[in-house]
């Protein structure tokens, strides 16, 4: 192989490989019309643009240029403008996205979703992107296009990537000098530039460039230089750029799918479809191979998943890992709608591992389509899971597991489930987290235990002696997990060295081993403690890892500004390391500068503490090999200062990207602080909050832009910065409260100017509340009694904001939580007046009574729990004294009625309910138009009917007669204006009425309305009622099918008894049968989800009937 | 025949897959382009025979023999494991009266009970050839599935372990090579060539010997250097001699190492040279 050929190759195998493609053509086509010169002729610039585009699209594409189009680029830049381009590009495998601008976008290097740039527009594009059209045009497309490179050149390539330049000829519009400038910013022998001859040799732009060795030349084409690699047997094209050419397929049964190229694209920026690609295991190797790639293995560390290695085998396989695969596949057999299975356990223990081997049995298995999300990025969104599991399930019939591997809060999974689930989608959730608290244990979790168990132990001894290794006699039963994590350390760096027994080497792993056998798998700082001396006794020294002379002591003692740009890297490094993070690339040489960044590879190269990597979507990440590592070399180095300094320049250094999530370093920021801030179980941090709210607050004012998230992350560490500085007294009430105040202001502009997501905009109405909450607690605290009307001023507005809250999401606990503490705090400073108590009570009794709990998570019961303590004491306030609360109900005020209606309900009398029913109902209308009494009325009047809450159970039936649904329709029609999020209970009733006396079509059309209202509604799909007899007992139902989807998954069915059709779903009937129109159903009941009426099957889960209650009628 | 062939084509592809996820290594397809698409005479069909033949015993012969084992008796792929083995003999060896027995009766099947004679019938008799071909593929595929559970990986891996073309791949893997399927089987074909007439002698293991040929066969193609030859062995002395052969080994190995060129490179060539000579 010619050697100037190694390091194209090199750069090809290993970085992101992109083209800058010139307007070259061939000799037919001639150049591209200059835009100054476009007037001349008789022709205008639109004019000449146009033909030379005809011209384009007639000339066939020269073979140099299809084969360089075969490539899995990871960018396309051009210098072109005609609208063929694309078209060139185009593939079964790749999606082709043309633009002229020169922002990046989301997943700037996806080789599946190819951004095809014009550097000086495009004549296909938007107006606003065409080419220019005369002069001063050309200046500012001129412009645009240096911008472009330069994002190239400093973000988009990477010092590991690889630029092709080809047909470049002299009269391009990108001119030579322009070509320098560009290449000149680059790394040696990063760009290629093919197809030269010897006129553009001679250019002295062209040969100053090849000169200083920032340009490498080759007479051949692009294409013809890859079919010589590939005779050489150097590369293959079908498996470049990560086989992005070969098809997608996952295992369906027995067979495979291909998934198409559109659903992957979408799906691929939260999840991994786990593929034929990721299943693939090794293919045969010599033993000195096999030992690399096992090294390699347990040197990769935390980064991107080994799935060679694991596919191959190569994992030790823990005994947790065969209970978590049956509790999977359990789940994934049920119908039901599962809570997510999470696993949980201490650093290095496994579970990262674990979780991808799990990915790979149950993809295997052909039984689901399995996706998976690593640590690394954004949390995965809903939409991109929905596409896919959408696709696995109309297409194959397969549910979906998601295993994220987000080390993230298990209220987090608890989310994600609930929003899946309410959107009918057969979906597992697999999480994982560190070692949840007492109170968020379920059963649904698998903790895993730092200790190997003795069977462990024992397939260790097997395990490691299959790679070459040997275990010490002396390992005592309780090994720590933690051996794994380091074993690489440990271990010869060759075969060779294996075989020969170095004695040093070999002693060190058994050392190594007989000393973490001693570890007490503690929890936390000791358990790593012991490790790190375990590592030193085997002769080991983490620190030598470091790129710094400098002892510990020295250097622990300097800023972030003081030290080298080698210990700048380290420490950004570590900092985002020791938490699990991987590092954005384009963020760290961002705070480095050019001069660091230069730096940048040799450190990668030659210090082993480093890890680069590369996701699937192209994006470049930093980190430490593990984050045990990262750990025990940041107690050495880093102080809570340090660490702050290094927070703060990552926070100024942002750079947001144009969509609602922000990018991939928004996501960084926001998960680092979520390990540093106030959620975190780290409060060394708090009295640094305000430094870091402040490193937020600059950045959008040196942006002129917000962005909801990082507002949202300004405005949390403000508030508990507050909190803080009021328990010691740093800084005092004016401060506080301005500080505050500050804060809402800057909320309520970004709700205001920024277009935010719903779930988005749900956090920040909370935000807003809370900060609103803040200045009462503070006002309160102060106790002038003079600021009492501010006091209930901020009460208004919190209600406000959480009603606007609730509204996006109306089961989500934390607007109710935050009326709530807010209520509490307001009350108890004693400034509010009795009059206004009772209204405050009621909302905030009225909200936590609102929620169904059995929707909470763990963390968020316990929550709801201890409101309702406070609740009740608060209750026992004089101004909620009966007598007061009548007297206010003669003034049509609607908490005063709330609460006697509430009192009523639980008085000692067979007819309370229906006491308190009636004070509701015989109130004026505009106390029934209340939020509060509104849903209290629905409440008690269903229980005084059915002796059970409403909307609560499955498959309920209820023993009402026609007067009895007509009544029901009279209760909702006497609540007027219903509150917005609430309305999908009113209407729930309201449809179910209406079927029950026989009005189906007034009936489908309440239903329809409800579909839209309750999308955010958990139990959506559910069956909670069926349709019933006066007796209690469901009806019954025949018909015969109408119609029915290929896939079984929907239809529509004739009732007989109704004369009307109804949905039905076949395969919830049979697997096979009921497929033909007009085939008989088999008996069936109808019931009724926030969709609407469908026939459902009788089963054993069918209809439970209601035990007899003594206030029923 | 079209259905019958798409089949066919589905279920080979699907193999490769199975094989690709349980081994690492699919394999090759590249077949399919060329594959029969109908049969209309007597000739076509010994063809399609050949190629059928060829495919099940020879080129994927490990992996058959594999899930053979691993199948039951009887069942559509063992039925055609016999079936290829009698019509390609009664074919190819017109000595062989039970197969030709064999054949003739399994045509005249094909045939609604007569010997084939117009195009129609060989084309019903391809038909039927083809579709027992897919059968048979259809049950390695199910077995294939079984891949699933390591142990199954494990015991396929081992079989096709040994061979000439996992040897070539295993060589070619510590080469740092990516070789093309055609690549592939021509460094194959010299390994299997030079073995076919190499003894082993006492004290050699075959594996060893094999990876030797694959080894050299691997890096036979060697890329030019940056002067004449002969002015390589001029320079060295070597010029006619024996030594000249490890000469121009070397001005290979140092073109390849440094990338210099010109007086440079001669310099450096000699240096070398002279220091390994003493």
């Known amino acids: ?1113 | 025949m079209r259905i019958e062939l798409t089949e066919f084509r589905q279920h080979c592809v699907t193999l490769a897959q199975h094989r690709r996820i349980s081994v690492g290594d699919a394999l090759d397809t590249a077949f399919l382009s060329s594959w029969p698409a109908d049969v209309s005479s007597e000739a076509e069909f010994g063809e399609l025979v050949s190629r059928a033949y060829q495919l099940w015993r020879e080129s994927w012969r490990l992996d058959v023999g594999f899930l053979l084992a691993e199948t039951t008796n009887g069942d559509a792929a063992h039925v055609f494991d016999e079936l290829i083995y009698h019509l390609r003999t009664a074919i190819h060896h017109s000595d062989n009266d039970v197969a030709e027995r064999l054949y003739r009766g399994w045509a005249a099947n094909a045939c609604e009970g007569r010997q084939p004679v117009s195009s129609h019938d060989w084309h019903s008799v391809g038909t039927a050839l083809l579709s027992a071909f897919s059968a048979a593929m259809a049950v390695l595929c199910s077995c294939a599935a079984r891949g699933r559970h390591a142990a199954f990986r494990a015991a396929w891996t081992a079989k096709v372990s040994d061979s000439p073309e996992e040897i070539v791949l295993r060589v070619a893997n510590d080469l740092g090579m990516s070789l093309s399927p055609g690549q592939r089987d021509y460094h194959v074909r010299e390994v299997t060539r030079r073995w076919s007439r190499f003894t082993l002698r006492p004290g050699q293991v075959a594996m060893d010997v094999l990876e030797d040929f694959a080894e050299q066969s691997l890096l036979s193609h060697v890329g030019r250097i940056p002067c004449r030859y002969q002015d390589v062995l001029d320079e060295l002395c070597v010029l006619g001699t024996p030594r000249a052969e490890g000469a121009l080994h070397l001005a290979h190995a140092v073109y390849e190492v440094t990338g210099i060129r010109g007086d440079d490179y001669r310099k450096l060539l000699k240096a070398t040279w002279t220091m390994l000579r003493t």
């Open chain 1, 1 to 1113: 192989m010619e050697p100037e050929f190694a390091t194209l190759l090199q750069r090809l195998v290993e970085g992101p490989a992109f083209l800058l493609l010139g307007q070259a053509t061939g000799d037919s086509a001639g150049p591209v019309p200059q835009p100054v010169a476009a007037g001349s002729g008789g022709l205008s610039a639109d004019q000449a643009y146009s033909e030379h585009d005809r011209t384009m699209s007639a000339e066939p594409v020269p073979g140099w240029l299809s084969d360089a189009a075969d490539y899995p680029w990871n960018g396309v830049f051009t210098s072109r403008i005609d609208s063929s381009l694309p078209g060139v590009f185009r593939r079964d495998w790749r999606r082709v996205v043309p633009t002229a601008q020169p922002q990046l976008g989301r997943h700037p290097r996806s080789a599946t979703e190819l951004q095809l740039r014009y550097l000086f527009g495009g004549l296909g594009l938007p107006e606003d992107e065409w080419p220019p059209a005369d002069a001063i045009t050309e200046v500012e497309s001129r412009a645009r296009a240096a911008e472009t490179l330069n994002a190239l050149a400093d973000t988009i390539i990477t010092p590991w990537g690889v630029l092709v330049i080809d047909g470049y000829g002299l009269d391009d519009w990108l001119r030579p000098q322009d070509l320098y400038t560009f290449v000149t910013r680059l790394q040696a022998h990063q760009a290629h530039l093919f197809s030269a001859g010897e006129g553009l040799l001679a250019d002295p732009f062209i040969r100053a460039a090849t000169d200083r060795g920032v340009l490498v030349a080759h007479s051949e084409t692009f294409g013809a230089v890859l079919s010589a690699l590939e005779e050489a047997g150097r590369l293959q094209r079908a498996s470049a750029g990560r086989g992005a050419q070969g098809g997608r397929f996952i295992p369906v049964g027995d067979s495979f799918a291909e998934v198409d190229i559109d659903t992957w694209n979408r799906v691929v920026g939260s999840a991994r479809p786990v593929n034929t690609e990721l299943l693939e295991p090794f293919t045969s190797a010599s033993s000195a191979m096999r030992y690399q790639r096992f090294r390699n293995f347990l040197g990769s560390g935390d980064g991107l998943p080994q799935w060679k290695a694991i596919a191959s085998g190569y994992n030790l396989r823990r005994d947790f890992e065969g209970r978590l695969l049956q509790r999977v596949q359990s789940a994934l057999d049920e119908l039901g709608l599962p809570d997510p299975i999470i696993v949980g356990g201490q650093t290095a223990t496994g579970k990262t591992i674990a979780l991808c081997a799990l990915a790979l049995d149950v993809a295997r298995s052909g039984r689901a389509a399995v996706l998976h999300r690593s640590v690394r990025g954004e949390r995965p969104t809903v939409a991109d899971i929905e596409s896919y599991a959408s696709w696995a399930d109309q297409n194959y019939g397969l549910p979906t597991l998601l295993i994220w591997d987000g080390m993230v809060d298990v209220d987090e999974y608890y989310g994600l489930q609930r929003q899946l689930s309410a959107l009918g989608l057969r979906v597992l959730i697999v999480g994982s987290c560190y070692l949840p608290s007492q109170h968020q244990r379920r059963r649904n979790l698998i903790i895993v235990n730092p200790a190997l168990s003795p069977t462990e132990i024992r397939g260790l001894a097997e395990w490691l002696p299959s790679f070459g290794g040997s275990v010490s006699d002396k390992v005592v039963a309780g090994l720590d997990s933690s051996f794994l994590a380091v074993l690489y350390r440990l271990l010869p760096e060759t075969e060779y060295g294996l075989r020969r027994g170095l004695a040093q080497e070999m002693r060190a792993a058994e050392v190594g081993m007989e000393k973490l056998s001693r570890t007490a798998p503690q929890a936390g700082g000791d358990r790593l403690t012991a490790v790190a001396q375990a590592l030193k006794d085997a002769g080991f020294n983490i620190g030598e890892l470091r790129p710094t002379e400098r002892p510990h002591a020295e250097l622990i003692r300097l800023s972030f500004e003081e030290r080298s740009a080698a210990e700048r890297i380290t420490s950004m490094v570590l900092v985002a390391g020791r938490r699990g993070l991987p590092l954005p690339l384009e963020l760290a040489l961002r705070v480095l500068g050019r001069e660091g960044a230069r730096h940048l590879i040799d450190l990668v190269k030659n210090f082993d503490i480093f890890r680069w990597a590369e996701d699937d979507n192209g994006d470049q990440f930093l980190g430490t090999r593990t984050q045990l590592e990262a750990e025990l070399l940041a107690r050495e180095d880093l102080t809570v200062r340090t660490e702050v300094e290094v927070a703060i320049q990552l926070i100024a250094n942002l750079r947001p990207v144009l969509s609602s999530w922000g990018g991939g370093e928004v996501q960084f920021i926001a998960d680092l602080l979520e390990k540093i801030g106030p959620q975190s179980d780290n409060h060394r941090f708090a009295p640094h909050y305000l430094e870091l709210a402040q490193a937020f607050a600059e950045l959008r004012q040196s942006r002129r832009q917000t962005n909801h998230r990082l507002a949202l992350l300004e405005a949390n560490l403000t508030r508990e910065y507050v909190m803080w500085a009021q328990r010691d007294n740093v800084i005092g009430h004016t401060e506080r409260l301005a500080l505050m105040r500050n804060v809402q202001r800057m909320l309520e502009a970004t709700l205001e100017e920024t277009d935010a997501p719903a779930r988005s905009r749900m956090n920040l109405l909370v935000e807003l509340a809370s900060a609103e909450g803040a200045q009462i607690f503070e006002l309160s605290a102060h106790g002038d009694e003079t600021e009492s009307s501010q006091v209930l001023a901020l009460m208004s507005a919190v209600t406000t904001a959480s009603l606007r809250a609730r509204a996006l999401d109306p089961e989500n606990v934390y607007p109710v939580d935050v009326i709530a503490w807010t209520t509490r705090d307001a009350l108890r400073s004693g400034m509010v007046p009795d009059e206004e108590k009772i209204d405050l009570l009621a909302n905030a009794q009225a909200s936590l009574d609102s929620l169904d709990s059995d929707v909470l998570s763990p963390s968020q019961r316990a929550k709801w729990d201890l409101r309702h303590v406070e609740m009740a004491e608060l209750l026992n306030d004089p101004a909620m004294e009966t007598r007061h609360l009548i007297a206010l109900s003669e003034n049509s005020d609607p908490a005063a009625y709330y609460f006697l209606a509430a009192r009523a309900a639980k008085a000692d009398s067979p007819d309370s309910l229906q006491v308190a029913v009636r004070v509701l109902l015989e109130a004026p209308a505009e106390v029934r138009a209340d939020w509060r009494c509104a849903r209290l009325l629905l409440d008690l009047y269903w229980q005084s009917k059915t002796g059970k809450p409403f909307l609560r159970g499955e498959r309920e039936v209820v023993a009402f007669t026609a007067d009895d649904w007509e009544e029901c329709l009279a209760v909702t029609d006497a609540i007027p204006h219903a509150a917005g999020y609430d309305r999908y209970r009113l209407d729930f009733l309201r449809g179910l009425s209406l079927f029950h006396r026989g009005h189906y079509q007034s009936s489908k059309d309440v239903f329809r309305q409800l579909n839209e209202e309750s999308r955010d509604v958990s139990s959506r799909v559910i069956s909670k009622y069926l349709a019933s007899n006066p007796d209690g007992t469901p009806s019954r139902y025949t018909g015969r099918v109408m119609s029915v989807s290929p896939d079984g998954r929907r239809g529509t069915a004739w009732v007989d008894q109704l004369h009307t059709e109804v949905p039905f779903i076949p395969l919830r009937f049979s697997v096979s049968d009921y497929r033909n129109r007009h085939e008989v159903l088999p008996t069936f009941h109808i019931a009724f989800n926030m969709r609407g009426a469908i026939a459902d099957p009788i089963t054993s889960r069918s209809a439970r009937i209601p035990r007899p209650q003594a206030n029923a009628n």
